[in-house]
């Protein structure tokens, strides 16, 4: 994945960048830890990985904020037009019923701002976020504001880091690994935690 990413950004410079990001956001688990820290060191002006593209650092900023919201569009778009639909005729395979969604959606109208805002600094989190705030329909203006105010940090430290590393930027990629293979195996230990209880307790009912 890392070598794709590089290899992307090497050929179409500002523009993988977008389109990766977009993609990340888009739930594809594309690590926008790579593609920011890559691009920001392509902006040091050395040549790296073989690459001696001079890319901008604002630019390369705002196109991988750009992405993240396009790409949070479109996966909030997809959950709130046919995503609550296919959970009501799914979901019952994985023990989620109608109250569980209206649950989630009387959250979302409630604490949406605040998972949106600390989902989008989270390993693993900030790729799926948008996808259940669009099923639970949480406004979209307030979806974009603090999708925007989520992102904007993690992205300017990725991509200022990037900078300031250059040519060790994947030194600092390999920090990330370990922090999202645990939150990872974290949410799969939780899901896997709530389907055990949940048919436990429709088994008792």
């Given at each position: 994945?890392?070598?794709?990413?590089?290899?992307?950004?090497?050929?179409?410079?500002?523009?993988?960048?977008?389109?990766?990001?977009?993609?990340?956001?888009?739930?594809?688990?594309?690590?926008?830890?790579?593609?920011?820290?890559?691009?920001?060191?392509?902006?040091?002006?050395?040549?790296?990985?073989?690459?001696?593209?001079?890319?901008?650092?604002?630019?390369?900023?705002?196109?991988?904020?750009?992405?993240?919201?396009?790409?949070?569009?479109?996966?909030?778009?997809?959950?709130?037009?046919?995503?609550?639909?296919?959970?009501?005729?799914?979901?019952?395979?994985?023990?989620?019923?109608?109250?569980?969604?209206?649950?989630?959606?009387?959250?979302?109208?409630?604490?949406?701002?605040?998972?949106?805002?600390?989902?989008?600094?989270?390993?693993?989190v900030r790729t799926f976020i948008s996808f259940p705030a669009g099923v639970a329909e949480m406004p979209i203006l307030k979806f974009s504001l603090f999708t925007l105010l989520g992102s904007l940090p993690w992205i300017l430290a990725l991509a200022y880091s990037g900078n300031a590393v250059a040519g060790n930027w994947q030194s600092i990629a390999g920090?990330?690994?370990?922090?999202?293979?645990?939150?990872?195996?974290?949410?799969?230990?939780?899901?896997?935690?709530?389907?055990?209880?949940?048919?436990?307790?429709?088994?008792?009912?």
């Amino acid at each position: 994945m890392e070598h794709f990413i590089v290899s992307e950004i090497s050929r179409h410079g500002y523009l993988a960048i977008f389109l990766l990001m977009t993609l990340e956001s888009a739930c594809i688990p594309i690590p926008s830890e790579a593609i920011m820290l890559f691009g920001g060191a392509l902006t040091a002006g050395a040549t790296i990985a073989g690459v001696s593209a001079h890319l901008n650092l604002l630019t390369v900023s705002l196109l991988g904020l750009a992405g993240n919201l396009l790409g949070s569009g479109i996966a909030y778009a997809v959950g709130r037009t046919g995503g609550r639909a296919l959970v009501e005729k799914w979901g019952r395979y994985i023990l989620i019923s109608h109250k569980d969604l209206d649950r989630a959606e009387a959250y979302f109208a409630k604490r949406g701002e605040a998972a949106v805002l600390v989902g989008r600094v989270l390993p693993v989190v900030r790729t799926f976020i948008s996808f259940p705030a669009g099923v639970a329909e949480m406004p979209i203006l307030k979806f974009s504001l603090f999708t925007l105010l989520g992102s904007l940090p993690w992205i300017l430290a990725l991509a200022y880091s990037g900078n300031a590393v250059a040519g060790n930027w994947q030194s600092i990629a390999g920090y990330f690994t370990p922090i999202s293979i645990v939150f990872g195996l974290a949410i799969v230990a939780a899901i896997v935690w709530w389907y055990v209880k949940r048919r436990r307790m429709l088994a008792a009912k």
